[in-house]
């Protein structure tokens, strides 16, 4: 617990629908804290973390307008763990000190729970500074699919890109509340309408 305010960690795998949970407590006026866009914010032109990774991995991480390409430094780190743990070492204490200023922010306005979602919280070691954790998931053969389409990639593409991912199954250990997001949307919904309402003893925050 963070100044009074209960911080729930959101995460899951890649393709498990983290956003649409996410925007049902949007809709709830919790607010949500994404890590992915705390990350893009950290490495702006002219940022500290910019200037680090480009004397890491040199000026070809950038685009003709100066921007970090993430999916070029993705493919530099995807099958280096080496690599990768040193980018980590540069973006995830820049990510935490601006999640704590957000986390900070809410909790002077009032609210008494905030999420924060990110894909990689438990990978991270991030999920140790949450109250709480859930996790989103769904069944192996339709991450495969919304993957697929979602990425236009072909199922070896999505299957190296799940394989080297944390297991669903071994996320779900680590959360408090798992939402099975295999169903339809309103299905979802539904759950998150009762875990929401156990969670705050009523349907709002």
């Not at 890649?14 to 490495?43: C, M, W, Y």
């Not at 990774?53 to 763990?81: A, N, Y």
């Not at 973006?91 to 008494?112: D, V």
């Not at 140790?128 to 769904?138: A, E, G, P």
Request: contains cysteine; charged residues 25%.
């Amino acid at each position: 617990m963070l100044n009074k305010i209960k911080v729930i960690g959101l995460t899951g795998g890649i393709a498990t629908g983290k956003n649409s949970v996410a925007s049902f407590f949007s809709e709830h006026g919790v607010p949500v804290i994404d890590a992915d866009q705390l990350a893009r914010a950290a490495v702006l032109p002219g940022s500290t973390a910019l200037g680090q990774i480009i004397s890491l991995f040199g000026h070809e991480v950038l685009t003709r307008e100066g921007v970090l390409d993430r999916k070029r430094l993705g493919g530099m780190v995807f099958s280096d763990p080496e690599k990768r743990r040193k980018l980590e070492s540069i973006l995830h204490p820049e990510i935490q000190k601006r999640a704590e200023e957000c986390i900070t922010q809410a909790a002077q306005a009032g609210h008494r729970r905030v999420i924060y979602m990110a894909p990689l919280l438990i990978e991270t070691g991030a999920s140790n500074r949450m109250d709480d954790i859930w996790v989103v998931t769904v069944r192996p053969e339709i991450q495969l699919e919304r993957l697929m389409q979602r990425d236009g990639i072909s199922a070896e593409q999505a299957l190296r890109i799940i394989d080297s991912q944390m297991p669903l199954s071994e996320k779900e250990r680590y959360g408090s509340v798992v939402i099975d997001n295999s169903g339809s949307e309103a299905e979802t919904r539904m759950f998150l309408e009762t875990a929401w309402t156990k969670e705050t003893g009523s349907s709002n925050e």
